[in-house]
């Protein structure tokens, strides 16, 4: 299983130009529907007289979702060859919609899905892609004299503490990267008077 992977950094745009008419690529890193929904919106507001805002999108990282949406196109001509270059480019936390403007000559099926394809393709070329690691959550519960073996974990492993409660037992969530999640846990569970729970 991997440790990481790969998304885009900022957003990106390409315009594609096919038999006069033109397709506006955008590709946005988002991390939950309600990004999408806003991103999307922006597009219909700026592109008001557009008719086509296509687009496919894939979000999380052990467990992918993934839609698309051919708004209007025929079907499959559009947000399949969108979604293909996600999975060529093998990103996630993405989405990629494509405007399209009617310029007056028809492009067929093949034509409509390679246009869209290609202008899919050339905006992640003009993105900017990282690769980043998996992160897991971890809550831990502790009473305070554990506190001198909770801290020195921590720092080693140079794990950033989330939120933390300090009452009558300490509450830390921390954020583990995946490839230290088994060793982390590990040394915590080394010791009885520290529970662990993953979120």
Do not use: W
């Amino acid at each position: 299983m991997k440790n990481t992977y790969r998304t885009i950094n900022i957003k990106a745009e390409f315009l594609f130009k096919e038999k006069q008419s033109k397709f506006f690529g955008y590709a946005f890193p988002v991390s939950e529907h309600e990004d999408i929904k806003k991103q999307i919106e922006k597009l219909k507001k700026k592109h008001h007289s557009a008719r086509h805002f296509c687009y496919a999108y894939q979000i999380g990282v052990t467990n992918t979702v993934y839609r698309l949406n051919d708004d209007g196109e025929p079907r499959n001509s559009a947000g399949i060859p969108i979604y293909g270059q996600i999975q060529s480019f093998e990103i996630t936390n993405i989405l990629i919609v494509v405007v399209r403007y009617f310029g007056g000559i028809k492009l067929g099926i093949g034509g409509l899905a390679f246009a869209y394809k290609e202008c899919a393709k050339q905006t992640l070329e003009a993105s900017e892609i990282i690769t980043k690691e998996i992160i897991i959550p971890v809550q831990i519960k502790f009473d305070y004299p554990s506190m001198n073996k909770v801290m020195p974990i921590i720092k080693k492993y140079n794990i950033e503490i989330v939120s933390q409660e300090m009452q009558t037992d300490c509450v830390f969530n921390i954020l583990t990267t995946k490839k230290n999640n088994a060793e982390v846990c590990g040394k915590f569970k080394r010791y009885s008077g520290i529970i662990l729970q993953k979120l």
